[in-house]
């Protein structure tokens, strides 16, 4: 929980900026020289769709997750 919480304040000075637009299309922008992001300058719009897509499976999955994931088990197992 912490480190969720330390990654979050972290994210406040992020130079990454990602909209989603309203036909589900995404908007993406950084500061070409923060060293951070300036990988991502030579990047192709296609290459940048896949690595959206996936992050945005990889957050739905560890959502569907929940609180409630696991074995539920009986009293006195």
Same mark, same amino acid.
């Given at each position: 929980m912490? #480190? +969720?919480l330390e990654n979050k304040? +972290?994210?406040k000075n992020d130079n990454l900026k990602i909209n989603q #637009?309203?036909?589900g299309s995404f908007t993406v922008q950084w500061d070409k020289e923060d060293p951070d992001w300036k990988?991502?300058?030579d990047l192709t719009t296609k290459e940048l769709e896949?690595?959206?897509e996936q992050a945005v +499976?990889?957050?739905r999955?560890?959502?569907s +997750?929940?609180?409630f994931s696991g074995k539920f088990r009986g009293v006195g197992e």
């Open positions: 912490l #480190n +969720k304040s +972290k994210m #637009n309203e036909d990988w991502m300058n896949v690595i959206i +499976k990889l957050d999955n560890e959502r +997750k929940g609180l």
